[in-house]
């Protein structure tokens, strides 16, 4: 019998539904498929943003702007940055991994609102071609993807109105996403499965969707109004008609803080997944993982303008959010710590996923001390504007975040195909990929402490030799995306057979075939209630109690 | 130690429940919906009073509100919740007729306050882009009587869909009414507040 929706009702819709390949270019209403959608869509967009990210560091090869105008750059420079983070990691470590595996993880066939599901991944295509296109049309907008007033309402208008067009139709899409996911995690749970027994990785997305939820909306708030200024001339942000663009600034940042967290603390989730699993020892700390993410859920929405230290805020507000940002790392470094503690004395397979999670940990303590000196206001001032800035909050988004989601495309790639990848591949991805990125922005860090300002495509031939060494680390990336493009291609059909559970995991996803059927299990969902309970001897497992009828069969 | 547990057979009850199980999610999506909502007019209230607190008008700007409009308004507004909770009474006690009456009192009120907002655009003394102040209020009361809008038309597709005695919304099918409701209760009280923070403050 299944749960919470009636059969008869769920089948007849599902046929109504194309299948094979044809099926992820559909208005599907099946979450593994949606889930896999914003996977690629989302990758996609990776390989342009990708793409002008090589034309910006191709720019910064040389001090002076020979290989495009000073205007088209800035241009390059607002898509990059506006791609990377509305349309490749927003989407991935919220939309895929979460559409994905959150139904698994909570017992339940589907999504709490499948259709709206679908409607929230449909946005992200138009929007995100609308975007580009304005490049090609009118000229993409000109002022980063902070958008800061006056410099806004003063480049070109139409190239601006299209930018703040797609990234509320972003932000929609979010919003839709992240109602979903509380809507699921809290509403759908199977039943007998409390909360305190669920995969790190739902309270990663419940604490982010939450942040979705109050915060998103701001932005958008703030961007119609930003609109008005453009379009209808009003003066909200405008200084020269008694407007105030520092309230812009709040008001952004009320969003881009938590931004930073709604890219980062979904990929906390997955790495607390993938660990354990690999390390066949139980996650370190569950307790205080989840507290850290509600900690860190509630302050991420109070520490804002730490990014506003030199726009003229008084001085009690540079101590309150001095103090409250270094708060944060508190609950972060709970974390941190608790990933070490589960690798630990485990039996750690050093697999392309793992390798990419450890990647991820040392990659996001050293961005995590660059932030916890970033937000100390006598430090700031020098830096702030500077490629300082860009390193810092590289280590974390890329090293961060991005790191984590090809170590979960490693993880989970056995799930979404039924075909392993090829590991050799994919440590040489690893290798590559850690290589260059370190290259790329350790560099940076020098840059900005020694005054190299951010955003220009010009500057002092003193850094011509640094700027030079980040470019060859940004093409040591650009190159490692090969084998890996070729590895997820080729296993597709080549790879070898991976079974239902390759890894013996515990978490419900792996209790299924692989790839799982319509409606995640052919019989009833398992009840997991011990999600990483690994580290039993086999011959101690009460296999007749096990449902997953994989469950071990492979190690055994 | 057991990790995985199978699951005992799903009771017949349960399966029986799914449909009303579906509706108590569409309701909490909605009110999820209207947190977001509520942030983003949260999101205006707090820059029109940074404005207040730190861009004061320039000398020759004009900005003066009048009180007894909006007040009448409020009264519209808070009447008409009033009138919709009656609605809603209404039909969980299967008064179809005694419903629709009411919905359609709510949806003129709703009417009216957007007409009364109308005559006040064209009584007072600034444009849209004439002030900062100015500026905020047209932005934030718009987007309210969007909002009223919205709901306005909300409420008549409830009627329309109510007057059909075979029709969407009956006792057994109250989620279109409920939610038009909460709706527009969320309406009126952001009304409340709006006309705290930009008439009386
Ligand atoms: C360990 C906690 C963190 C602290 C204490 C911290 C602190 C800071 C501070 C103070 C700044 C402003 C620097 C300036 O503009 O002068 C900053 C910038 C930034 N941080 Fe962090 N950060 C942390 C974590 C993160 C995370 C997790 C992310 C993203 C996943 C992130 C992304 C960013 C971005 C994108 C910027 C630059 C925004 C811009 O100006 O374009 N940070 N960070
Ligand atoms: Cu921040």
Redesign the interface.
Known sequence: MTIAIPPSDNQHAERLQPTGWLRYFSFSVDHKVIGLQYLVCGFIFYLIGGLLAGAIRIELTSPISDFMPRDVYNQVLTLHGTIMIFLWIVPVVNGAFGNYLIPFYVGARDMAFPRLNAVAFWMIPPAGLMLISSYFITGAAQSGWTAYPPLSITTPAAGQIIWILSVLFLGGSSIFGGINFIATILKMRRPGLKLMQLPMYCWAMLGTSILVVLSTPVLAGTLILLSFDIVAHTGFFNPSMGGNAVVYQHLFWFYSHPAVYIMVLPAFGLVSEILPVHCRKPLFGYVTMVYSIMAIVVLGLVVWAHHMFTSGTPPWMRLFFTIATSFIAVPTGIKFFNWLATLWGGRITLNSAVLFSCGFILNFVFGGITGVALAQVPFDIHVHDTYFVVAHFHYIVYGGSVFVIFASIYHWYPKFTGRMLNEDLGRLHFLLTFVGFNLCFAPQHWLGLYGMPRRVAEYDPQFAFVNQLSSVGALLMAISTLPFLFNVVQSAFKGRIAGDNPWNALTPEWLTSSPPPVENWTGEAPLVTEPYGYGVPADQLDLAATSGRDLWTNGQ | ???????E???EE??TN??E??Q???M??LA??L??????????F??YL??RA??P??PD?IYELELPLPTINTVLLLVSSATFHRAGQALKRSESARCQRWLLITAGLGIAFLASQMVEYFTLPFG??D??YA??FY?VTG?HGLHVTLGAIMILIVWWQSRSPGGRITSHNQFPLEAAELYWHFVDGIWVILFIILYLL
């Open positions: 130690m057991t990790t995985t547990t199978p699951i057979q799903g009771s349960s399966l799914a449909d199980h579906h108590d999610h569409r909490f999506g999820t919906f947190v977001a909502d509520g942030m983003t007019f949260a999101g205006f707090a820059a940074t404005f730190v861009n008008l320039m700007a849209l882009t002030n900062l500026s905020t932005a987007f």
